[in-house]
T-cell receptor, first 112, second 112 residues
Framework: SQTIHQWPATLVQPVGSPLSLECTVE??????LYWYRQAAGRGLQLLFY??????ISSEVPQNLSASRPQDRQFILSSKKLLLSDSGFYLC???????????FGNGTRLTVT | GENVEQHPSTLSVQEGDSAVIKCTYS??????FPWYKQELGKRPQLIID?????GEKKDQRIAVTLNKTAKHFSLHITETQPEDSAVYFC???????????FGSGTKLNVKP
């Protein structure tokens, strides 16, 4: 069966520090991969998605970037965090064929 | 692009009553519609989904209906229980955009 791993679960970082969140998927090949952010009490904002290695689509202009160095690995990065980057970050995967999105457990990021 | 609108934003019902959440979409190319339940501090989890070749789908107390002509779909929860209290998100997906468009969420409160 397929599983998705996302870490860390919580993170507290100072403003201006770098960020790296990692997500891996097991049990499937060539998944579509997604990064979402959720502010407290709000909806799901799509940040990036990828349909293959090295293919990244950005949805919202910001100081974040994403990379997909391997088929089942998706990384979210920032060189310098802003206060507004605080939120709940969710990685997700789908096989893209009228199939559901499966979310990781999320990373709660607090920028201080 | 696709636009998904979800109503109501909050819904309060008495235990045992039914709850209905409605979503509309704009792109007729959308052909897959999942529903997610998100408990406080946790990841969204798929509870039911429907594809465009089906008008209704039921799973125990939960059902989803789809009207392709009117471009709307609804989640029905019968005999609500306190553990149904959560935020519910609808979503739409289509081959031509390869990503999920989410509604803004409905906070359901089931009063015991």
């Amino acid at each position: 069966s397929q599983t998705i791993h996302q870490w860390p679960a919580t993170l507290v970082q100072p403003v201006g520090s770098p960020l790296s969140l990692e997500c891996t998927v097991e049990g499937t090949s060539n998944p579509n991969l997604y990064w979402y952010r959720q502010a407290a009490g709000r909806g799901l904002q799509l940040l990036f998605y990828s349909v293959g290695i090295g293919q990244i689509s950005s949805e919202v202009p910001q100081n974040l970037s994403a990379s997909r160095p391997q088929d089942r690995q998706f990384i979210l990065s920032s060189k310098k965090l802003l206060l507004s980057d605080s939120g709940f970050y969710l990685c997700a995967w789908s096989d893209g064929n009228n199939s559901p999105l499966h979310f990781g457990n999320g990373t709660r990021l607090t920028v201080t | 692009g696709e636009n998904v609108e979800q109503h109501p934003s909050t819904l309060s019902v008495q235990e045992g009553d039914s709850a209905v959440i409605k979503c509309t979409y704009s792109d007729s190319a959308s052909n897959y519609f999942p529903w997610y339940k998100q408990e406080l501090g946790k990841r969204p989890q798929l509870i039911i989904d429907i594809r465009s070749n089906v008008g209704e789908k039921k799973d125990q107390r939960i059902a989803v209906t789809l009207n392709k002509t009117a471009k709307h779909f609804s989640l029905h929860i019968t005999e609500t229980q306190p553990e149904d209290s959560a935020v519910y998100f609808c979503a739409a997906w289509g081959y031509n955009f390869n990503k999920f468009y989410f509604g803004s969420g409905t906070k359901l409160n089931v009063k015991p």
